[in-house]
T-cell receptor, first 115, second 115 residues
Framework: AQSVTQLGSHVSVSEGALVLLRCNYSSSVPPYLFWYVQYPNQGLQLLLKYTTGATLVKGINGFEAEFKKSETSFHLTKPSAHMSDAAEYFCAVSDREGGSYIPTFGRGTSLIVHP | NAGVTQTPKFQVLKTGQSMTLQCAQDMNHEYMSWYRQDPGMGLRLIHYSVGAGITDQGEVPNGYNVSRSTTEDFPLRLLSAAPSQTSVYFC??????????????FGEGSWLTVV
């Protein structure tokens, strides 16, 4: 069965600093990988996803993530944090064919951005 | 461009009451699902459907019923509300089974309080 671990329920950065949100997965085969963002009092929306091809994936609002098979990781980064990046971030995985197609979400990481 | 629409947005129920959370999508998506979000627990899958007439249980189905009579609609029924069902509920949909790497689209959430 697949699982997702997001290290740190809260990450605090200063405006302009590097953002790094960690996600590790456990799956029998490399899965599809997603990052979703949830702004206060809103639903989740897709930030970026990895399905196949280039392992460095660029998303909206300057975020990117790199799929590292050897480390079973899909960490989310942004070079310079902005106040508007304050939100809850969820990593999710779904198996490729042959596995369960129900996506699994991590518990979320709350990004706090200080002025 | 409606996407996934949930109603109501806020609801207060008394213990033992029943109610239905409505969900509709206008994207002709096969896959629909309901999640609940609780602090520190991330998203937990309640029920899901892979097409009209087909539903199945997720991780936390007890106390909830669903039906899928049309492609567009996927209501969630609380049979006899309990304080433990106080939560934020999200309806979600995707074009087909998420193992294809399809993006999941979320509604804006329904805040439910059971007193």
């Amino acid at each position: 069965a697949q699982s997702v671990t997001q290290l740190g329920s809260h990450v605090s950065v200063s405006e302009g600093a590097l953002v790094l949100l960690r996600c590790n997965y456990s799956s029998s085969v490399p899965p599809y990988l997603f990052w979703y963002v949830q702004y206060p009092n809103q639903g989740l929306q897709l930030l970026l996803k990895y399905t196949t091809g280039a392992t460095l994936v660029k998303g909206i609002n300057g975020f990117e993530a790199e799929f590292k098979k050897s480390e079973t990781s899909f960490h989310l980064t942004k070079p310079s944090a902005h106040m508007s990046d304050a939100a809850e971030y969820f990593c999710a995985v779904s198996d490729r064919e042959g596995g369960s197609y129900i996506p699994t979400f991590g518990r979320g990481t709350s990004l706090i951005v200080h002025p | 461009n409606a996407g996934v629409t949930q109603t109501p947005k806020f609801q207060v129920l008394k213990t033992g009451q029943s109610m239905t959370l409505q969900c509709a999508q206008d994207m002709n998506h096969e896959y629909m699902s309901w999640y609940r979000q609780d602090p520190g627990m991330g998203l937990r899958l309640i029920h899901y459907s892979v097409g009209a007439g087909i539903t199945d249980q997720g991780e936390v189905p007890n106390g909830y019923n669903v039906s899928r009579s049309t492609t567009e609609d996927f209501p969630l029924r609380l049979l006899s509300a309990a304080p433990s069902q106080t939560s934020v509920y999200f309806c979600a949909s995707s074009y087909s089974r998420p193992y294809s790497g399809n993006t999941i689209y979320f509604g804006e959430g329904s805040w439910l309080t059971v007193v």
